[in-house]
């Protein structure tokens, strides 16, 4: 287990806060009505495995104009920037209409549209997913290399190209500091009266990725390790027993009414809902990494094997992995996963990284074996702990 020194720490909150409130530009998503007929997408491009399958990009952008649709989900437009995201493609490829589906939305979500809409034009094109359900999930998805494929590091995908890492944060905690005075300094902390039923997390860890991590960083803080996720399991049944787990499913809504007061987040998602939203967000929500041993996880792209909108879906990874997205991940404060890439290039935004600060080298991300251990774990222990 690798540690990130209480300094790094700092400098990466304090830099994300300010890139945060300066950097981001939230727009709403697409409305979530029916795409548009997905059924005249031709056989070749559900079957490229690279944009050269089709012609090159040229080839590419005509079949997907042609298709004039694609379908992504759970993607809130304050999550690692996607409303600016899904903006500019539609912006850059006017053509196409995106529908963004479930925004709230869990990886299991996902999947379960994704096997329920099979054969409708309403299914996911796209999915940006965590581990532990990609894993068990992997013939869901089709082969696709963009065209910088060489600009993903080799352990940040798979060699096929079924998936490959877009981004990552660390796990924090959010706190409305107009009801926790003092910001807590360990997970233990959140054991205490003060928090008594204050503390949400981001849904189901047996569904959700983000809900997982927050298991996996109550584990990392209480003895607990990549390996050995049970005493976060241990923790959350403690947190229910005082009073203090509130199972509302957080949003920016319930972090303003005060509904939610304390959540356990990706840190570009806590800085997100803060000062950084405007008028729409919440003045006195604040952000802190705990000290210590700190806990990551990249996302995964990946294409949905029967795909409505295959050229769509094939094109929206291309666009994801451009410089100028890659730079609006980092601007949320989500490292993305061609950053080594950019920075070698000169493609990052050097601003944007300065106050940022360099991506942590050193923190607890769980593998792909971890993670299916983790999951079989919390399929059998989580309930029993919170109910």
């Given at each position: 287990m690798q540690t990130l020194p209480k300094k790094s720490v700092r400098r990466l909150v304090a830099g994300l806060a300010f890139t945060a409130a300066v950097g981001i530009a939230l727009t709403g998503c697409s409305s979530s009505s029916t795409a548009g007929s997905g059924s005249s997408a031709n056989s070749n491009a559900a079957t490229a495995t690279s944009a050269k399958d089709l012609g090159g990009m040229d080839g590419l952008v005509k079949a997907a104009n042609a298709e004039g649709a694609l379908n992504v989900i759970t993607l809130p437009p304050s999550w690692a920037n996607y409303g600016k995201i899904i903006a500019g493609f539609e912006k850059k490829y006017p053509k196409i209409k995106i529908t963004s589906a479930n925004p709230n939305g869990s990886s299991a979500d996902?999947?379960?549209?994704?096997?329920?809409?099979?054969?409708?034009?309403?299914?996911?094109d796209v999915f940006d997913i965590g581990t532990a359900v990609l894993n068990d999930n992997l013939d869901l998805m089709a082969k696709y290399k963009v065209s910088n494929w060489s600009d993903i590091p080799a352990d940040f995908k798979d060699a096929d190209g079924a998936w490959y890492y877009d981004y990552t944060g660390l796990m924090s905690i959010g706190y409305d500091s107009s009801v926790i005075k003092t910001a807590p300094t360990s997970v233990k902390d959140l054991l205490g009266s003060d928090y008594k039923n204050k503390v949400s997390i981001k849904g189901d860890p047996t569904q959700a990725n983000e809900a997982a991590s927050a298991v996996y960083l109550a584990a990392l803080g209480n003895g607990g390790s990549a390996d050995d996720i049970q005493p976060g399991i241990d923790f959350f049944k403690d947190l229910k027993s005082k009073g203090n787990f509130n199972s509302t499913l957080p949003t920016q809504a319930t972090v303003n009414s005060g509904e939610t007061?304390?959540?356990?987040?990706?840190?570009?998602?806590?800085?997100?809902?803060?000062?950084?939203?405007?008028?729409?967000?919440?003045?006195?929500?604040?952000?802190?990494?705990?000290?210590?041993?700190?806990?990551?996880?990249?996302?995964?792209?990946?294409?949905?094997?029967?795909?409505?909108?295959?050229?769509?879906?094939?094109?929206?990874?291309?666009?994801?992995?451009?410089?100028?997205?890659?730079?609006?991940?980092?601007?949320?404060?989500?490292?993305?996963?061609?950053?080594?890439?950019?920075?070698?290039?000169?493609?990052?935004?050097?601003?944007?990284?300065?106050?940022?600060?360099?991506?942590?080298?050193?923190?607890?991300?769980?593998?792909?074996?971890?993670?299916?251990?983790?999951?079989?774990?919390?399929?059998?222990?989580?309930?029993?702990?919170?109910?």
């Open positions: 996902e999947v379960a549209a994704a096997k329920s809409l099979k054969g409708q034009s309403t299914a996911p007061p304390v959540v356990i987040q990706w840190s570009y998602n806590n800085l997100a809902w803060g000062p950084a939203a405007g008028s729409a967000g919440n003045p006195n929500w604040k952000t802190v990494v705990l000290p210590g041993t700190a806990l990551g996880s990249y996302y995964n792209q990946a294409i949905n094997k029967d795909a409505p909108h295959p050229a769509a879906a094939r094109l929206w990874e291309e666009y994801l992995y451009t410089p100028a997205v890659q730079n609006l991940y980092l601007a949320s404060g989500a490292y993305p996963a061609t950053l080594a890439a950019m920075e070698k290039a000169g493609t990052v935004e050097k601003d944007t990284l300065k106050t940022v600060g360099e991506a942590p080298s050193d923190f607890v991300q769980l593998t792909s074996d971890q993670a299916t251990k983790a999951a079989t774990l919390l399929t059998a222990g989580w309930a029993k702990a919170v109910n």
